[in-house]
């Protein structure tokens, strides 16, 4: 049957379009109750590495429901997601017990060698041969782990909704656009993005692994065992090497309360977006009424103003005592010595 008015089947401007056709730009949905599923690298005790990542894919097809795979099973970004968020929670258990020997407990007695009883009693909690791990290490690995999966399985799920189901389609529109001088920084994104939860989370994971290499791992690896580590250690690390223990400390310090105060929050649904200052001024949300804008903004203030009073609260103890410590004396100090010289310092 031939078309009406003699139009033909095989338009010039419908082939001319075949890269559209296949390819189309993402435009992600703010869904209230998606954020457990499609949000990761949360807390890490408390986090992004991680980190929370704002909604950047869907975890299966328009036609099911959030959270469940085609076949109606559960996907793998709601078990990453589960094991990133429970990982969080069994890390604060053993942040609660390191901030009150290594902050608390010194602001109240005003001395290091008054703190080390305290300290070497909670020892025996968590740093035994089965709750190391399980307090410890175990919960750390799994939290970094399962953010940077929810990551590289994002991303994927991007290349295969965005030009990876067609081989080369993806780079192809890339140098479409670049050529044709349409370049605006607005094509498709195959990595999701990072929120401040993300940052911090990533930021933290490095300064907790320096952390842990000069304070545990070390002195095993050196001495055969941490007896000798304790807060003394500590102070006199900041009495021999000012500036670099200062640095590190600050650093260790401020990224773990902004991650675990921002993460914390986002679990409990207390949190506004986290997607730079977007969070509290209300751009790119739905609702843009001045109430809403508001209470978005009292938010947002609000969990920032709780990460300046934990970390606060870290350095109470930390700075104002411990750092100000001295050095160790007799062959103590030559031992702690050694081990900073065995990392150059």
């Not at 069994?90 to 060698?113: E, G, K, Q, W, Y």
């Not at 921002?262 to 409990?268: E, Y």
Request: aromatic letters at 8%; one cysteine or more.
């Amino acid at each position: 049957m031939d078309p009406p008015n003699g139009q033909s089947l095989h338009r010039k401007d419908s082939q001319a379009t075949l890269i559209s056709l296949l390819q189309l730009d993402p435009s992600p949905i703010d869904t209230p109750g998606q954020s457990d599923d499609n949000d990761d690298n949360q807390a890490l005790h408390g986090s992004d590495a991680g980190s929370v990542e704002s909604n950047s894919t869907v975890t299966a097809g328009t036609t099911t429901a959030p959270g469940l795979g085609s076949h109606g099973g559960r996907s793998a970004v709601y078990y990453l997601t589960r094991l990133q968020k429970y990982s969080s929670y069994a890390t604060s258990i053993f942040t609660t017990i390191h901030l009150t020997n290594m902050s608390l407990i010194p602001a109240v007695t005003r001395s290091v060698p008054g703190s080390e009883a305290p300290l070497l009693m909670a020892r025996e909690v968590y740093q035994t041969t089965f709750s190391e791990p399980a307090v410890v290490f175990l919960p750390v690995i799994a939290h970094v782990g399962s953010g940077i999966a929810l990551r590289l399985l994002r991303r994927w799920q991007n290349m295969k909704r965005y030009g990876g189901g067609t081989p080369g389609m993806h780079a192809l529109r890339q140098m479409r656009d670049s050529l044709s001088g349409r370049w605006d920084g607005s094509a498709v994104r195959l990595w999701p993005p990072l929120s401040y939860i993300s940052i911090s989370g990533y930021a933290l994971a490095l300064c907790y692994g320096a952390h842990v290499f000069v304070n545990r791992v070390l002195p095993l690896l050196v001495e055969g065992d941490g007896s000798n580590i304790g807060l003394a250690y500590v102070a006199h690390g900041f009495a021999r090497h000012p500036f670099t223990s200062h640095l590190a400390y600050l650093g260790l310090l401020g990224t773990a309360s902004a991650h675990m105060v921002w993460g914390m929050a986002k679990w409990l649904g207390l949190a506004p977006s986290t997607m730079g200052w977007r969070g509290w001024r209300g751009k790119g949300s739905v609702v843009v009424d001045k109430k809403t804008k508001m209470a978005r903004r009292r938010k947002w203030l609000g969990v920032h103003g709780v990460a300046v009073g934990v970390a606060a609260l870290w350095a109470v103890g930390g700075l104002g005592v411990v750092a100000r410590g001295g050095l160790a004396e007799g062959w103590v100090g030559k031992v702690y010595d050694d081990l900073f010289g065995r990392v150059g310092l």
